[in-house]
């Protein structure tokens, strides 16, 4: 009888126990970022933004009219590169463009004013 007990018990936390621990997987802290980018003072018609992680992993959205929009982005500071025609190369590649960005955990606005020379 104590054995049939003990053995229901042991199950039961096996089965208990993970379901009540707290879950931590990467990428858990994420926000939401929403902006404009201009160009000389201007709306970018279209193209992209990235914002990149140091893992060699990105989000990205389109740009369109000037405003772009993104969900789950991870919190932390990111490299921001911006891709559109007639931009200058210094924002078009992760390696080259000056832009960072820290984003907090929850929604942020992020505009960015870009300058042709």
């Known amino acids: 009888m104590l054995s049939t007990r003990f053995h229901t018990a042991v199950i039961l936390s096996l089965i208990v126990l993970p379901c009540s621990l707290p879950r931590a997987f990467a990428g858990d ?12 003072g201007a709306p970018l018609p279209g193209g992209r933004i990235i914002f990149h992680q140091d893992n ?3 989000v990205g959205a389109k740009i369109k009219d ?39 955990k929850g929604k942020n606005v992020a505009d960015f004013d870009l300058r042709s020379k």
């Open 29 to 40: 802290e994420t926000a939401s970022v929403s902006g404009t980018i201009t160009l000389d």
């Open 56 to 58: 060699d992993q990105f």
């Open 66 to 104: 000037g405003k772009y929009k993104l969900d789950r982005v991870p919190v932390g500071t990111h490299r921001v590169s911006v891709e559109s025609k007639g931009l200058p190369a210094r924002y078009s590649s992760e390696e080259r463009s000056e832009l960072r960005i820290d984003i907090p």
